[in-house]
């Protein structure tokens, strides 16, 4: 894991060095647990800055000072200026318990060298900003200065520290611009971006390094292991974590930023009780006879090698599922953690150098894509275009058609459908703007002319419920149009409707373009803008709006809610965030509290609303705050004796959302696993569900 932590105070920045980078509160005595590293970067050879971190050089430098000369580096010091980042970079668990057990230095050596190698990765991506003469650039300056720190354990549980290998190098925010000619300081912000891209080079550095040395290296969903050390001596180690995922669950805290600092909240005060050889004694006390055996054949266990090309076909097709374009530094980091312990970073980069991707560098950022996306892409322009003038209109313009009950801006966006001669039409319109209704209306008129409107949509929830609560009773998703071969029988020559059509993903969208091509069948689509995408790759419908020149009618008056409430909700689904919570907080309907009270106010203020037979709707951000609202509303309505105090458990299954990528590789799964299938295959039945018992490098039992 990587961490990088911005530091905004020279005093925070000295006592820091005192009180947790040399001699933390989590050591024993003497605090051998500890490394004082050296100095790192060019700028520290530069400076002539060599050896061992002191702390009279490392104050200086926290003052912007140069600490042989004591002249200033930077052209400002402020009291607000960021004194500079602390990078941590963090082992797996295993390798913290064998190295504390076993105490083999090559480990350590290991670590310390990937640790300055990925730092040298930072290094070779610094920038300064660039203001001079109206400029508002970014320079690469490629120079660097960090003070190197090693700590062997973690904090304290119970007043005895876990194994916890990691180390800080803490990075001053100056850097050398060589065309001006003097220090300044450093854009940190596309480095903060591509974390995950470090991290990665990090870990593939360390895991290749213990596999050449003999350690056999375990791929895991999140990263990787080593293979040898049993999964319940990690966990016998991890207390740490645990105490503070204990407390973050009680308290609704999800946000790892947030865990950090309740991290740094619910630390034990400094102790002193054992020495190095009582605290080894201790750890050693918790394993039972299987785990030190285990901890002696730690190298004897096989080890499952995959190669450089392989790895990048597997982030290729595992990115690109549900993304038509990527980073390049998050496509390198998902090769790099699909190959640790068996491929370098050199020869990463180079074979995903070699790799067919398509790339373009934009504002600071390298992109890149596949070339059957862009395929994809061009096809649905193609398609879309083709069908451009093609058709009969539904209905004649002398027939001037007129809904009464409509707003003239709803009778525009169906006359719009009823007079349009392309094979593809569409309406655009917000949550709100009556697309229904609209939609009610259109079908009946279209219908009258004698064609059939067959209505899809991309998710089962909008289709089949939704669409059918709305009157459109054999309303499918789109998938079973795609597959089932009667459904594309009866649309043919006839109409077809996709409603929540900004949820099609380019695969459907190229797709529905062909057989609509193929069987003369004409569609319309109906969505907003600015929903939610697919989860699939692409942002299909603004790709027929913008590149194939289809028009969409746009409807944007809200009809659902009325007054403030009304420009509120406008101001929002306009983007103007700030706006509508001012308009939202002007008529009292924003309640501020305690972050740590927000949950059990929601459920008072719920159950209050209930007592007066009112309808309440509860919106969380995320399914897991979602369901800690949930267990505070059940206590509340539990005292007071809306709910039984007997409770049932019931079992819910969750998908993991895994790509076809994922679901192919036996690395991602786990003992106790429910796998359910979808289509029937060799043993299984469609919608058969089956347990994970075992499972190897290349497949699952």
Same mark, same amino acid.
């Given at each position: 894991?990587?961490?990088?932590?911005?530091?905004?105070?020279?005093?925070?920045?000295?006592?820091?060095?005192?009180?947790?980078?040399?001699?933390?509160?989590?050591?024993?005595?003497?605090?051998?647990?500890?490394?004082?590293?050296?100095?790192?970067?060019?700028?520290?050879?530069?400076?002539?800055?060599?050896?061992?971190?002191?702390?009279?050089?490392?104050?200086?430098?926290?003052?912007?000072?140069?600490?042989?000369?004591?002249?200033?580096?930077?052209?400002?010091?402020?009291?607000?200026?960021?004194?500079?980042?602390?990078?941590?970079?963090?082992?797996?668990?295993?390798?913290?318990? *064998?190295?504390?057990?076993?105490?083999?230095?090559?480990?350590?050596?290991?670590?310390?060298?990937? *640790?300055?190698?990925?730092?040298?990765?930072?290094?070779?991506?610094?920038?300064?900003?660039?203001?001079?003469?109206?400029?508002?650039?970014?320079?690469?300056?490629?120079?660097?200065?960090?003070?190197?720190?090693?700590?062997?354990?973690?904090?304290?549980?119970?007043?005895?520290?876990?194994?916890?290998?990691?180390?800080?190098?803490?990075?001053?925010?100056?850097?050398?611009?060589?065309?001006?000619?003097?220090?300044?300081?450093?854009?940190?912000?596309?480095?903060?971006?591509?974390?995950?891209?470090?991290?990665?080079?990090?870990?593939?550095?360390?895991?290749?390094?213990?596999?050449?040395?003999?350690?056999?290296?375990?791929?895991?969903?999140?990263?990787?292991?080593?293979?040898?050390?049993?999964?319940?001596?990690?966990?016998?180690?991890?207390?740490?974590?645990?105490?503070?995922?204990?407390?973050?669950?009680?308290?609704?805290?999800?946000?790892?930023?947030?865990?950090?600092?309740?991290?740094?909240?619910?630390?034990?005060?400094?102790?002193?009780?054992?020495?190095?050889?009582?605290?080894?004694?201790?750890?050693?006390?918790?394993?039972?006879?299987?785990?030190?055996?285990?901890?002696?054949?730690?190298?004897?266990?096989?080890?499952?090698?995959?190669?450089?090309?392989?790895?990048?076909?597997?982030?290729?097709?595992?990115?690109?599922?549900?993304?038509?374009?990527?980073?390049?530094?998050?496509?390198?980091?998902?090769?790099?953690?699909?190959?640790?312990?068996?491929?370098?970073?050199?020869?990463?980069?180079?074979?995903?150098?070699?790799?067919?991707?398509?790339?373009?560098?934009?504002?600071?950022?390298?992109?890149?894509?596949?070339?059957?996306?862009?395929?994809?892409?061009?096809?649905?322009?193609?398609?879309?275009?083709?069908?451009?003038?093609?058709?009969?209109?539904?209905?004649?313009?002398?027939?001037?058609?007129?809904?009464?009950?409509?707003?003239?801006?709803?009778?525009?966006?169906?006359?719009?459908?009823?007079?349009?001669?392309?094979?593809?039409?569409?309406?655009?319109?917000?949550?709100?703007?009556?697309?229904?209704?609209?939609?009610?209306?259109?079908?009946?008129?279209?219908?009258?002319?004698?064609?059939?409107?067959?209505?899809?949509?991309?998710?089962?929830?909008?289709?089949?419920?939704?669409?059918?609560?709305?009157?459109?009773?054999?309303?499918?998703?789109?998938?079973?149009?795609?597959?089932?071969?009667?459904?594309?029988?009866?649309?043919?020559?006839?109409?077809?409707?996709?409603?929540?059509?900004?949820?099609?993903?380019?695969?459907?969208?190229?797709?529905?373009?062909?057989?609509?091509?193929?069987?003369?069948?004409?569609?319309?689509?109906?969505?907003?803008?600015?929903?939610?995408?697919?989860?699939?790759?692409?942002?299909?419908?603004?790709?027929?709006?913008?590149?194939?020149?289809?028009?969409?009618?746009?409807?944007?008056?809200?009809?659902?809610?009325?007054?403030?409430?009304?420009?509120?909700?406008?101001?929002?689904?306009?983007?103007?965030?700030?706006?509508?919570?001012?308009?939202?907080?002007?008529?009292?309907?924003?309640?501020?509290?305690?972050?740590?009270?927000?949950?059990?106010?929601?459920?008072?203020?719920?159950?209050?609303?209930?007592?007066?037979?009112?309808?309440?709707?509860?919106?969380?951000?995320?399914?897991?705050?979602?369901?800690?609202?949930?267990?505070?509303?059940?206590?509340?309505?539990?005292?007071?004796?809306?709910?039984?105090?007997?409770?049932?458990?019931?079992?819910?299954?969750?998908?993991?959302?895994?790509?076809?990528?994922?679901?192919?590789?036996?690395?991602?799964?786990?003992?106790?696993?429910?796998?359910?299938?979808?289509?029937?295959?060799?043993?299984?039945?469609?919608?058969?569900?089956?347990?994970?018992?075992?499972?190897?490098?290349?497949?699952?039992?």
């Amino acid at each position: 894991m990587l961490r990088i932590i911005q530091n905004t105070s020279a005093q925070g920045a000295k006592s820091y060095y005192t009180d947790a980078l040399t001699k933390g509160d989590y050591y024993t005595k003497n605090h051998p647990q500890e490394i004082i590293g050296n100095w790192g970067g060019k700028i520290a050879k530069d400076l002539g800055i060599v050896g061992q971190v002191d702390q009279k050089r490392f104050e200086s430098l926290v003052d912007n000072v140069h600490p042989e000369t004591g002249i200033q580096l930077n052209p400002r010091t402020n009291n607000f200026r960021r004194v500079g980042y602390d990078f941590n970079f963090h082992c797996p668990k295993s390798v913290s318990v *064998v190295y504390a057990l076993q105490k083999d230095d090559s480990i350590l050596a290991a670590f310390r060298e990937s *640790v300055q190698e990925a730092m040298q990765e930072v290094e070779s991506e610094m920038k300064t900003r660039v203001r001079k003469n109206h400029q508002n650039d970014d320079r690469q300056t490629g120079n660097m200065l960090w003070a190197e720190f090693v700590h062997t354990t973690a904090r304290p549980v119970n007043k005895v520290p876990d194994p916890h290998l990691h180390a800080h190098c803490f990075s001053f925010n100056t850097t050398y611009d060589s065309e001006e000619q003097r220090f300044k300081a450093g854009q940190f912000g596309d480095i903060k971006r591509d974390a995950p891209y470090y991290e990665a080079v990090f870990h593939a550095h360390f895991s290749k390094k213990l596999a050449d040395l003999g350690y056999p290296i375990k791929r895991t969903d999140k990263g990787w292991e080593l293979a040898g050390v049993p999964q319940s001596l990690i966990d016998k180690f991890s207390r740490r974590t645990e105490e503070i995922e204990k407390i973050a669950k009680e308290q609704g805290v999800t946000s790892a930023q947030k865990k950090d600092k309740l991290g740094a909240k619910t630390r034990e005060k400094k102790q002193e009780e054992l020495d190095q050889k009582q605290l080894e004694n201790t750890w050693m006390n918790r394993l039972n006879a299987s785990e030190r055996l285990a901890l002696t054949r730690v190298k004897s266990v096989s080890m499952h090698h995959i190669s450089a090309r392989d790895s990048v076909n597997h982030a290729i097709n595992h990115m690109f599922e549900r993304s038509s374009v990527v980073d390049r530094k998050r496509m390198a980091a998902q090769a790099m953690s699909a190959g640790y312990g068996s491929v370098s970073v050199a020869e990463m980069k180079n074979t995903l150098g070699r790799s067919s991707l398509i790339t373009k560098t934009f504002e600071n950022q390298t992109l890149c894509t596949t070339r059957e996306a862009l395929a994809e892409e061009k096809q649905i322009t193609l398609l879309a275009r083709a069908g451009r003038g093609q058709c009969a209109p539904f209905m004649g313009k002398v027939d001037n058609f007129s809904h009464k009950k409509l707003s003239a801006e709803q009778n525009a966006a169906i006359k719009h459908i009823l007079y349009s001669q392309d094979q593809v039409v569409g309406i655009s319109g917000k949550a709100g703007t009556g697309k229904t209704t609209l939609m009610q209306a259109t079908v009946k008129a279209i219908e009258k002319s004698g064609k059939k409107v067959y209505t899809f949509a991309p998710s089962a929830e909008a289709s089949r419920g939704v669409l059918r609560s709305e009157g459109f009773k054999q309303a499918e998703t789109v998938a079973t149009l795609l597959k089932n071969k009667e459904w594309q029988g009866k649309v043919k020559g006839q109409v077809i409707w996709i409603d929540e059509s900004g949820l099609l993903s380019n695969r459907q969208m190229q797709e529905l373009l062909s057989l609509a091509h193929q069987s003369h069948t004409r569609i319309i689509l109906s969505g907003d803008d600015l929903q939610h995408k697919s989860v699939e790759r692409g942002d299909a419908q603004r790709i027929v709006q913008d590149y194939a020149g289809i028009k969409f009618a746009q409807i944007e008056m809200i009809r659902r809610q009325q007054g403030a409430y009304k420009d509120a909700v406008e101001e929002l689904s306009n983007g103007n965030i700030s706006q509508g919570m001012d308009t939202l907080d002007q008529m009292g309907a924003v309640r501020e509290c305690a972050d740590d009270k927000r949950y059990e106010q929601l459920a008072e203020e719920y159950a209050r609303l209930v007592r007066q037979k009112k309808s309440v709707l509860v919106v969380s951000p995320t399914h897991q705050e979602g369901a800690i609202t949930t267990t505070h509303i059940r206590t509340v309505l539990r005292k007071t004796g809306k709910l039984g105090k007997s409770e049932k458990k019931i079992n819910q299954q969750r998908n993991l959302q895994l790509t076809m990528a994922e679901r192919m590789n036996p690395e991602q799964y786990h003992n106790s696993q429910v796998i359910q299938f979808h289509q029937n295959t060799t043993g299984f039945k469609a919608g058969e569900k089956a347990i994970v018992v075992k499972r190897t490098h290349n497949s699952i039992v």
